[in-house]
């Protein structure tokens, strides 16, 4: 007798960084977050802790812009800064997710990404399966992904076996 295989259900929530700065002589990967997007990192943070499970792991983008948004949002969990992340595809932003579990010695249900666009858009809609996903939430994510912007996404598959059409796309907030 076989025992019955357990559903993990995995949230995966996909954050592009608050709305950054233009300084002068600053090179684009050192930019700091503008006033605006202090405010909204914050905002980000509240509604991921209203609206989501709990973060047990977060990928984030080497960036000024990114480290900045996720200490603006308030998230405690551990973190991994992941330079791949900054100017990534899609398909290396994936590649980031698929190794999550080598990256953390426990389970991680609920994962955070913070990224950049158009990754970011590119990652929600390349994981959304469009018979599961929320129309809506895929037409907003398609026509723009804001800064301060959270796509959320559920799967059943493990973080290393996510790809394309692997997850339902459950909503997409922007933090204003």
Not at 63 to 83: I, K, N, Q
Not at 112 to 137: C, F
Not at 143 to 151: E, G, N, Q, V, Y
Request: aromatic share 6%; charged share 25%.
């Amino acid at each position: 007798m076989t025992s019955p295989v357990t559903k993990v259900n995995r949230t995966l929530l996909l954050l592009r960084h608050a709305k950054s700065d233009y300084p002068a002589g600053v090179a684009d990967h050192d930019r700091p977050l503008a006033p605006r997007g202090v405010r909204e990192a914050g905002l980000a943070g509240d509604w991921l802790r209203a609206q989501s499970t709990p973060v047990d792991a977060v990928l984030c983008s080497t960036a000024t812009r990114t480290r900045e948004t996720l200490a603006r949002t308030r998230v405690a969990a551990p973190v991994e800064y992941v330079d791949r992340i900054y100017d990534a595809t899609p398909g290396t932003v994936i590649d980031e997710i698929n190794r999550v579990q080598t990256r953390f010695d426990f389970q991680v249900q609920t994962l955070l990404v913070i990224g950049h666009e158009p990754a970011m858009s590119g990652v929600a809609l390349g994981l959304a399966n469009a018979e599961d996903s929320n129309k809506t939430a895929a037409e907003q994510i398609s026509m723009k992904f804001p800064t301060s912007s959270i796509a959320v996404l559920r799967t059943e598959r493990p973080w290393d076996q996510l790809g394309l059409d692997g997850a339902a796309l459950v909503t997409f907030h922007v933090a204003r």
